[in-house]
């Protein structure tokens, strides 16, 4: 199902990102910068793919003043992308990955050891977005010593945060307790489930592969059984429908069904889930492009917190709704060739 309110909306959605002006590259950035990216390839287009570039030389400048690499591994599976193309040099992902193997001595290892509290004491499921990703490719290029990362660092997360019981996962982890918060946040889940997919999908041949899969496919029969078929969304609290419905879950869940649809580990069913739950949002996107209804950036708390954060549009809503496009479209096998 292709209509001009599907295009129209795809590609002022793609507008908006591509003339976001980032202040840093943060978990809620690194989805619509690697979307931006992902449709460059799409679409043959080298201006999507020269924004990239200049949000990342940005950043780079930045990285010894006002960001210090406080988000030192977001950027890192766009920036392998751009190596590979030359399209940067590779000074700033060798800085990137010793910075990584310093910061990964702990066990579970925490998101920075050498920051203040809570970062030196905290796991966040938002680094299964950003993180396996990156081991995966790097592994893929032939940096063996990423897989020590990829066991200690990525499933390590996993360990900590998965709920074997009920299949989804905690928000974040506190180390000195040994304990999840056991709030399962639906944008947690989503960032949990696409960056085990596309873990998945560029790790070579690996026993490790089978125990992701596995998470996968629990987690997301899990998410699709908290479907509100009736508000057509997500609670923001997945398991809480006290909690109110939140915009980027729909954006996130159905690109994450489309694109494990297109690698054939996914049930096909899902489908029908996927396309109510995108179209019906595209409802929520206004006439400049704007997916309203995300909640704001979200810290770990108890439930009030969660369902009194503030909604609106944000960028880590208008990059996963990008990547749902994009994944919708590289599951149907359509290409174009348009200017933004």
Not at 48 to 61: A, N
Request: aromatic share 14%; glycine share 6%.
């Amino acid at each position: 199902m292709v209509n001009e309110q599907y295009e129209k909306c795809f590609m002022n959605v793609l507008s908006t990102v591509y003339n976001y002006k980032p202040k840093y590259w943060g978990f809620g950035e690194a989805i619509a910068i690697d979307a931006l990216l992902d449709a460059g390839e799409l679409f043959n287009d080298k201006k999507l793919k020269k924004r990239t570039v200049d949000h990342f030389q940005k950043w780079w400048e930045l990285k010894d003043s006002q960001v210090q690499f406080e988000d030192h591994v977001t950027p890192s599976y766009s920036l392998v992308k751009l190596v590979e193309t030359n399209d940067i040099p590779d000074a700033p992902l060798v800085e990137l990955t010793s910075l990584f193997f310093n910061y990964n001595e702990g066990e579970p290892p925490v998101h920075r050891p050498d920051k203040e509290y809570p970062l030196n004491h905290h796991l966040w499921v938002d680094c299964l977005y950003t993180d396996g990703r990156f081991f995966s490719k790097m592994i893929k290029q032939g940096h063996e010593r990423f897989n020590e990362l990829l066991i200690k660092h990525f499933v390590g997360h996993i360990h900590c945060l998965y709920n074997e019981k009920n299949h989804l996962f905690s928000h974040g982890y506190e180390v000195d307790k040994s304990a999840p918060n056991n709030i399962f946040w639906g944008r947690g889940n989503g960032w949990a489930l696409y960056g085990i997919l596309d873990t998945y999908e560029n790790l070579p041949t690996s026993p490790i592969k089978s125990y992701l899969l596995k998470v996968f496919k629990e987690c997301l029969n899990t998410v699709i059984y908290y479907y509100d078929s009736g508000n057509k969304g997500w609670h923001t609290v997945l398991d809480h429908p006290e909690t109110y419905i939140e915009n980027s879950l729909p954006a996130l869940f159905s690109g994450i069904v489309y694109k494990a649809c297109r690698l054939e580990v996914c049930d096909k069913s899902y489908l029908n889930v996927a396309d109510e739950s995108f179209y019906h949002l595209l409802n929520s996107v206004n006439q400049n492009g704007q997916l309203l209804g995300v909640s704001d950036a979200t810290p770990v708390g108890n439930i009030h917190n969660y369902n009194s954060r503030k909604t609106g549009s944000y960028i880590w809503g208008q990059g996963a709704l990008l990547r749902a496009f994009l994944e919708k479209e590289r599951l149907s096998g359509r290409r174009k060739n348009e200017d933004v």
